[in-house]
Antibody, heavy 123, light 107 residues
Framework: QVQLQQWGAGLLKPSETLSLTCAVYGGSFSGYYWTWIRQPPGKGLEWIGEINYSGSTNYNPSLKSRVTISLDTSKNQFSLKLSSVTAADTAVYYC?????????????????WGQGTLVTVSS | DIQMTQSPSSLSASVGDRVTITCRASQNIDSHLNWYQQKPGKAPRLLIYAASSLQSGVPSRFSGSGSGTDFTLTISSLQPEDFATYYCQQSHRTPRTFGQGTKVDVK
């Protein structure tokens, strides 16, 4: 049974760096993309970015200048860093697994999700 | 970016009703469309992938159809546990984008 467990600081001040980690238990770590998604309170879902087992990344252009996604294959973990946060970055952040479609050559859907971490940015 | 537009934004329904939610993409996304269900305080749950494939463990009353730009999620007979918010998501191009959500509540 695949499980994603995430953790990180829940309260930040403006200009600080958000840092979250997601650990993957069960299943293979390779052969998938690993994704971060966020959801502001009461609003919809926003894709932040993804990383594959080789370390290749794709980021949302709206966040690209501030985002870094990395992975530690020895621990089956991947991480998100978002710099220079503001109140607009207040959201629940989710990690998710994304299968890769070899026929199409693209990541697909989000089939397993972490429990979510509420990150609040406030002075 | 590919814009995803869901309709309606909300709907009220009763147990046993047939419910249909539509999702329109701003450009052709072939069949690279997924549907999720989200309940308050919980992570989204994958229901349908590749427009019409039912995720393992999801009840058969959920179905998806469409290709190109127009897609539909149908719940054939609404159950009490189906009251939730539903999102479509395209996986055709980065950035991956979601619809704004459709909230299904009790009539």
């Amino acid at each position: 049974q695949v499980q994603l467990q995430q953790w990180g600081a829940g309260l930040l001040k403006p200009s600080e760096t958000l840092s979250l980690t997601c650990a993957v238990y069960g299943g293979s770590f390779s052969g998938y993309y690993w994704t971060w998604i966020r959801q502001p309170p009461g609003k919809g879902l926003e894709w932040i970015g993804e990383i594959n087992y080789s370390g290749s990344t794709n980021y949302n252009p709206s966040l690209k200048s501030r985002v870094t996604i990395s992975l530690d294959t020895s621990k089956n973990q991947f991480s998100l860093k978002l710099s220079s946060v503001t109140a607009a970055d207040t959201a629940v952040y989710y990690c998710a697994r994304t299968p890769y479609d070899r026929n199409y050559g693209n990541p697909t859907y989000f089939d397993y999700w972490g429990q979510g971490t509420l990150v609040t940015v406030s002075s | 970016d590919i814009q995803m537009t869901q309709s309606p934004s909300s709907l009220s329904a009763s147990v046993g009703d047939r419910v249909t939610i539509t999702c329109r993409a701003s450009q052709n996304i072939d069949s690279h469309l997924n549907w999720y269900q989200q309940k308050p305080g919980k992570a989204p749950r994958l229901l349908i992938y590749a427009a019409s494939s039912l995720q393992s463990g999801v009840p058969s009353r959920f179905s998806g159809s469409g290709s190109g730009t127009d897609f539909t999620l149908t719940i054939s007979s609404l159950q009490p546990e189906d009251f939730a918010t539903y999102y479509c998501q395209q996986s055709h191009r980065t950035p991956r984008t979601f619809g704004q959500g459709t909230k299904v509540d009790v009539k």
